[in-house]
């Protein structure tokens, strides 16, 4: 059952709440939990797990603030069925088990901490700090009132967080991940392949047979579902939005420029990152006396070793300015023209000294003028708030008199937009995806949820804005008849043998490749022309899709194959591969153990967390469960 609770939903709904719930069993203990004020009335147990447990009005009480999360954050309403099908009932109670398991730990261990130490840790959290950065009283009561808590619960309740949060790190500390790893990880992103290969055209299958009445009648019975049509619905709609009702015109050059410089590092492109160790000395005399030392020739390394400092405290890796917890610091490390040695920083805990061994310099896929326009549309957006807002208030009032949506949005200076027909994945009866369908699959959703002359809710766009929306007419599913679809049998049929006939002769081709012949006579034989691409890699490129790729490191060096192309089918030979040395003091090499590490933590997390709840003998209460999540009435 708990290895069944830690399924992700693979649905877009799915995702966004394992992005909000999961995560929260390491990093975001501490300010959201289960409010104190349920606690003390649990009216039946749902899990117990060792000599504690996890209360129905507990689960309930975690389950609503995580909808209603979810809800904020997708700006739209989520029914409890379809958060059920995601998997967050079982998300949640998976997380509010793995707490129970966890302070149980804790308190094992002897593990504890004190009312002082606690506000201490409070105090620096930012999202209790107000606009100076220093604790806001009043934001911290009123997180605490919005999570069910009164302030001493909450201050409670944080104070187990911090604990768990101390035993987790207590699991991973100091574990990185292995050089065969990396190693591994390397050579799988550096590894270079040379690709002979040619397109064997769909001409080489031969002329194609024309089947008769009886096999297409055969073949459209066999699979009559794919000659189905679909229902389609037309639509009346109304946008207001930041997008929509903002004016790029109107923004200036510096208000573009100016974003463009505060966010090109994290929107486009990798921001500057610096290998830097660093060492803290208390006094002022050990300060001088280290930076002397340090000037002189000797090794920051090796000086951490005299004074007896642990090198993971030294060795801070490739960091980013933001990466530093005194501001000073990272400014005085970033304000190096090349490697050495930066300008001391006195600090509450002492003298920080610093040295950078090596500098990758920020990479940006993006220039302002490409970037410009898209960044120029975004102010607008964001200055057309108010104008959003209005425009909303005097549509509603419009169609609350009973006007139409064409009459709403003549009165308020804008026009509709219709849409003749589009099925519940946004095609069109040709099969073409409309373009700019407002609010996308929410509209869909919603309008294939309603029914002609019904007054619908406003859908949300993901900019902020509004869709009001009429259906006008609802044209039913239906089987198509096998006349109507007769032409679009036989070219099917016809495509079907052509495919197959070609995958054939592939094949026949792909053997004499294995068997030594040289590929300029194979592609000889079919009159094709051989062509070559170099410095293939597993990464995008333009001349080859992405199972293209995969398809080229399938088979082994000296190796060929083939696969359905746009023309043909191509047929390939791997004449060679190469990968570069593995030197596990480079930078990417610190990269990859960077990027590892987290998942590698999070991978051993979650071992010490199932063999904790299996040593603590979680037992559910399937009934409880089903009756607290309504799953009972649907059985």
Do not use: C
Request: charged content about 30%; proline content about 4%; aromatic content about 6%.
């Amino acid at each position: 059952m708990l290895e069944g609770l830690r399924v992700a939903s693979q649905n877009w709904i799915g995702r966004t709440i394992m992005a909000v719930v999961m995560g929260v069993i390491v990093v975001s203990f501490a300010i959201w939990g289960v409010g104190d004020v349920f606690r003390g009335m649990t009216t039946s147990r749902l899990v117990k797990v060792g000599s504690g447990e996890v209360s129905v009005d507990s689960f309930r009480n975690a389950y609503q603030n995580e909808l209603r999360r979810i809800q904020q954050r997708l700006r739209r309403a989520v029914t409890n069925q379809e958060a059920r099908q995601a998997g967050l009932d079982l998300q949640v109670l998976e997380r509010l088990i793995t707490e129970v398991a966890l302070d149980q730990k804790a308190r094992q261990l002897g593990l504890a901490s004190s009312d002082e130490t606690t506000q201490q840790l409070l105090a620096k959290e930012k999202v209790l700090q107000g606009p100076d950065g220093k604790f806001d009283v009043e934001r911290f009561k009123q997180i605490a009132r919005d999570a069910g808590f009164t302030e001493r619960g909450f201050v409670a309740d944080q104070k187990s967080a911090y604990l768990r949060k101390l035993l987790t790190d207590l699991v991973t500390n100091g574990v990185e991940p292995p050089r065969l790893m990396i190693e591994a990880i390397h050579r799988f992103r550096n590894e270079s392949r040379t690709i002979d290969y040619f397109v064997l055209p769909v001409s080489a299958a031969g002329p194609a047979s024309t089947p008769s009445d009886e096999e297409l009648k055969k073949y459209f019975d066999e699979r009559e579902q794919t000659f189905r049509a679909k229902e389609y619905r037309k639509l009346t709609a109304l946008v207001v939005s930041p997008t929509s009702v903002g004016k790029p015109g109107e923004v200036t050059e510096d208000e573009v420029r100016k974003l463009y410089e505060e966010s090109k590092a994290r929107r486009f492109g990798t921001p500057e990152k610096r290998d830097v160790r660093q060492i803290v000395l208390k006094t002022d005399k050990e300060a001088e006396d280290a930076l002397a030392r340090l000037k002189g020739g000797m090794d920051i390394d090796a000086l951490a070793a005299e004074l007896k400092l642990n090198p993971k405290d030294v060795n801070l890796g490739l960091v980013e300015q933001r990466d530093f917890g005194d501001a000073k610091v990272g400014a005085a490390v970033f304000a190096l023209a090349k490697p050495g040695l930066a300008e001391p920083v006195k600090t509450a805990f002492g003298t920080v000294i610093s040295q950078v061994k090596s500098i990758a310099p920020a990479v940006y896929t993006k220039t302002f003028e490409q970037a410009a326009p898209e960044l120029r549309v975004e102010i607008a957006a964001q200055k057309a708030g108010p104008e959003v807002r209005r425009l909303h208030d005097a549509i509603e009032d419009q169609r609350a008199a009973g006007k139409t949506l064409a009459e709403t949005a003549k009165g308020v200076g804008l026009d509709v937009r219709v849409i003749e027909a589009v099925d519940d994945a946004g095609h069109d009866k040709d099969g073409k995806a409309i373009a700019d369908l407002p609010a996308g699959p929410d509209l869909l959703k919603a309008a294939f949820a309603s029914d002609v002359g019904v007054d619908n809710d406003t859908v949300a766009t993901r900019d902020g804005g509004y869709v009001w929306f009429e259906v006008n007419a609802v044209e039913p599913a239906r089987q198509k008849t096998f006349e109507e679809v007769k032409g679009a049998v036989l070219e099917a049929m016809r495509n079907e043998a052509a495919q197959k006939a070609l995958a054939e002769k592939a094949d026949e081709l792909v053997g004499k490749l294995r068997s030594g012949q040289p590929i300029e006579d194979v592609a000889k034989s079919v009159n094709a022309e051989v062509k070559r691409a170099t410095d293939v890699k597993r990464a995008a490129r333009p001349d080859f899709n992405n199972p293209t790729i995969v398809q080229f490191f399938d088979v082994p060096p000296r190796g060929a194959g083939s696969l359905p192309g746009d023309a043909g089918r191509l047929v390939f030979f791997v004449k060679d591969s190469t990968a570069p040395a593995f030197d596990p003091l480079s930078i990417e090499s610190k990269t990859i153990a960077e990027q590892l590490r987290p998942a590698l933590h999070n991978d051993l997390l979650e071992q010490f967390v199932g063999g904790l709840e299996k040593a603590l003998n979680v037992e559910i209460n399937q009934k409880a469960l089903e009756a607290a999540t309504g799953t009972e009435k649907e059985q």
